[in-house]
């Protein structure tokens, strides 16, 4: 997010882990990870820009959701708002965009650049870029936030190998074969090590940092991490049909 709150600790974890989620250490850190093959899974978008009480979170979309009759697999926060919950980023759901690419320089985490664009394209094929690539694109759903974490295999240049800011955090990867792999931490990690984690614990060679602080994991049983704060843009992953 672009407001700076802070959570003064992590609330424990209340729900089972979905299917596609297992729970993984590396270099000392634990974090939830979801795999989300993409003839498995279909990942869309939700959002509360401006729509809804300041205090709504990722469980809210949950809420929702179930109370139409599709309850999803999970939701995650997905990208940075302002106090509004409006998003900051590029914004498209069901092909519409509903928030302009910012490519702007300024203060935070969104600004670190590269930033970059989470996006799904019209075919269910998934991918990382940077922003200046995701002009033009025809996404069915994307979300921008920043920094990258991983581009083309490598650490954002900007990263200190394990640098002293330190939060909850999630982010959002793609491996070279289309998989979409989920991560948040279950405490206070660097970015350092969070890219390092996409990197050469999950195999993506593209990665995006999403938030830090606010991030939030829930499935249809409840809040699995975080889950204190408001969100703007929401990411849903529901299930195919087989």
């Given at each position: 997010?672009?407001?700076?709150?802070?959570?003064?600790?992590?609330?424990?974890?209340?729900?089972?882990?979905?299917?596609?989620?297992?729970?993984?250490?590396?270099?000392?850190?634990?974090?939830?990870?979801?795999?989300?093959?993409?003839?498995?899974?279909?990942?869309?978008?939700?959002?509360?820009?401006?729509?809804?009480?300041?205090?709504?979170?990722?469980?809210?979309v949950i809420r929702a959701r179930t109370a139409q009759g599709s309850p999803p697999v999970l939701a995650m926060n997905a990208g940075m708002y302002d106090a509004n919950l409006n998003a900051i980023g590029l914004l498209v759901e069901d092909g519409r965009q509903l928030k302009a690419l910012n490519q702007r320089d300024g203060p935070g985490n969104f600004h670190l650049k590269p930033n970059g664009v989470f996006g799904v394209d019209r075919a269910g094929h998934a991918r990382v870029v940077v922003s200046a690539e995701a002009a033009g694109a025809d996404f069915a759903y994307a979300t921008q936030s920043g920094p990258m974490l991983v581009i083309d295999d490598r650490l954002h240049p900007a990263f200190q190998p394990d640098g002293q800011s330190r939060y909850r955090r999630n982010g959002v990867g793609v491996r070279a074969d289309g998989t979409v792999v989920l991560a948040i931490s279950r405490g206070t990690v660097s970015f350092g090590a969070f890219a390092r984690l996409f990197r050469d614990g999950l195999d993506c060679p593209d990665a995006l940092f999403l938030d830090g602080a606010v991030s939030a994991l829930a499935g249809p049983d409840g809040p699995i991490v975080g889950g204190a704060f408001p969100a703007g843009p929401v990411l849903v992953v529901d299930r195919k049909a087989d």
């Open positions: 997010m672009a407001v700076n709150w802070r959570a003064s600790s992590p609330p424990p974890p209340t729900a089972a882990l979905p299917t596609p989620c297992h729970d993984q250490a590396f270099e000392g850190a634990r974090y939830v990870v979801c795999v989300l093959p993409p003839d498995r899974y279909r990942i869309s978008g939700a959002h509360n820009d401006g729509q809804a009480d300041p205090t709504a979170g990722v469980m809210d």
